[in-house]
């Protein structure tokens, strides 16, 4: 409960203000187990999104479908790029939300389709080392972005809608905390 705040609008300013997913979407979200990846998944399917989360450990496949994901990739065995790619059928993803940061960073981005956008929003495997822009971002144009909830909830107006749009969904028993 003392948490709710802080991931529950996390998870709000990465599915509507980010980047706004849209129904039937795939979309890629890292550490699917952690305490935002577990509102931002299920909140997600509830908009209509299949997502395909990751996850550090076997033990944490189990929690991850349970809160949302269609399909769950440990990505400390598995290449998740290469599942990304069978399960797209070689197209990529439009958006990928990472929250672990150095140990996932290079092969979030070849996860991407043209015109992709990363979000990259935590460093919990480290700090990111610099980005090659010509190398990393400009073969297929992609969008790299880097938020923070201060960007996005700085006035009371946005801090009362993300807060209103989060209780409805915890209300409605869409998002289970």
Same mark, same amino acid.
């Given at each position: 409960?003392?948490?709710?705040?802080?991931?529950?609008?996390?998870?709000?300013?990465?599915?509507?203000?980010?980047?706004?997913?849209?129904?039937?979407? $795939?979309?890629?979200?890292?550490?699917?187990?952690?305490?935002? +990846?577990?509102?931002?998944?299920?909140? #997600? /399917? %509830? =908009?209509?999104?299949?997502?395909?989360?990751?996850?550090?450990?076997?033990?944490?496949?189990?929690?991850?479908?349970?809160?949302?994901?269609?399909?769950?990739?440990?990505?400390?065995?598995?290449?998740?790029?290469?599942?990304?790619?069978?399960? $797209?059928?070689?197209?990529?993803?439009?958006?990928?939300?990472? +929250?672990?940061?150095?140990?996932?960073? #290079? /092969? %979030? =981005?070849?996860?991407?389709?043209?015109?992709?956008?990363?979000?990259?929003?935590?460093?919990?495997?480290?700090?990111?080392?610099?980005?090659?822009?010509?190398?990393?971002?400009?073969?297929?144009?992609?969008?790299?972005?880097?938020?923070?909830?201060?960007?996005?909830?700085?006035?009371?107006?946005?801090?009362?809608?993300?807060?209103?749009?989060?209780?409805? /969904?915890?209300?409605?028993?869409?998002?289970?905390?």
């Amino acid at each position: 409960a003392a948490t709710l705040m802080t991931k529950g609008l996390t998870a709000y300013y990465l599915l509507y203000k980010t980047y706004p997913v849209s129904a039937n979407e $795939t979309i890629l979200f890292h550490a699917a187990a952690g305490g935002v +990846g577990q509102i931002f998944c299920q909140w #997600a /399917k %509830s =908009l209509g999104v299949k997502v395909i989360g990751t996850v550090g450990s076997d033990e944490k496949v189990e929690l991850a479908k349970k809160n949302g994901c269609d399909e769950v990739v440990n990505y400390s065995k598995e290449d998740f790029a290469k599942k990304v790619e069978e399960l $797209t059928n070689g197209k990529g993803l439009p958006v990928v939300y990472d +929250g672990v940061g150095k140990a996932t960073l #290079a /092969k %979030s =981005l070849e996860c991407l389709k043209t015109r992709g956008m990363m979000v990259s929003f935590g460093n919990a495997s480290g700090a990111l080392s610099p980005i090659d822009v010509t190398k990393t971002l400009q073969p297929k144009g992609l969008f790299f972005v880097r938020p923070s909830m201060g960007q996005y909830l700085s006035t009371n107006e946005e801090l009362n809608e993300a807060s209103k749009m989060l209780f409805e /969904k915890i209300s409605s028993g869409k998002v289970k905390i």
